[in-house]
DNA sequence: TCAACACTTCAAGGATTATTGAATAATGGA
DNA sequence: TCCATTATTCAATAATCCTTGAAGTGTTGA
């Protein structure tokens, strides 16, 4: 993921709205869901919607695609990790802090002990 | 890290000077950068990066203390941190594709084929 | 105390972004 | 074909954000 890539998704990120359907895709999974249920879940209007996943769709965050009559958002996984990998390594250096304290909060990898003085700050 | 910070730490990330800076700022590392240094860097006024600056130390992401004549500004690992846990885990939903891709991408944790079928999208 | 330095704050503008309601497009069933 | 459904696009307005230059605030050394 470049710059680019990385500031739209960071500014569609930004909006109440838009980072509400992004989890609101994100749990609905790979089927996705129809605009009208994500307008109606998230209580905004129909045009305004659309905006937004505009917005989102622009920054790859989500895509879509059209079944019958409703045009269905899928959440992009893939796009999603590229963001979370820009954050650590592109934008925080790979700064081990960061890396440890991720890795830490799901028990996984080395142990706390390990990462001795690079714990700065 | 609640929905309030994220929304303005991405925010602040949305813009290409602020990323700039926090780029920067992590580089630096713990003992930071004076204002005027950040500005010689980056190229813009003074004016322009204190606006920016305020924007980034108001959603946390860097701090700042007084030396002498400068102001010195320093990334917050911590947040930055936490804004990555956001992402993965409150954005996310800890999705198990978006956590093994970061995991993946530093050859630590577990092997590729143990993700099984749940990496769908 | 005064001047120079390093920054920030303020006010004004221009540029983007968000919201709303009306109009338009695509689809499927009677 | 005609109508209802589902959504998008458009135009206008409101709100927010960015940039600039001038004025103001601390700090240091002469």
Redesign the interface.
């Known amino acids: 993921m470049d710059?680019r890539q990385?500031?739209a998704s960071?500014?569609a990120?930004?909006?109440?709205t838009r980072?509400g359907i992004?989890?609101t895709l994100?749990?609905a999974?790979?089927e996705g869901l129809a605009a009208g249920s994500i307008a109606e879940r998230m209580g905004v209007s129909p045009s305004n919607l659309s905006f937004h996943l505009k917005e989102l769709d622009h920054s790859g965050l989500i895509s879509q695609r059209r079944e019958s009559r409703s045009i269905v958002y899928?959440a992009?996984?893939?796009a999603?990790?590229?963001?979370?990998?820009f954050?650590?390594?592109?934008?925080?250096?790979?700064?081990p802090?960061?890396?440890a304290?991720?890795?830490r909060?799901?028990g996984?990898?080395?142990p706390q002990e390990a990462l001795g003085d690079a714990t700065?700050?």
């Open positions: 710059e990385a500031l960071f500014s990120l930004s909006q109440e980072l992004v989890r994100v749990v999974g790979p899928t992009s996984y893939n999603l990790a590229e963001l979370v990998k954050l650590m390594e592109d934008c925080c250096s790979g700064h802090v960061i890396r304290s991720v890795e909060s799901d996984c990898c080395a700065f700050a």
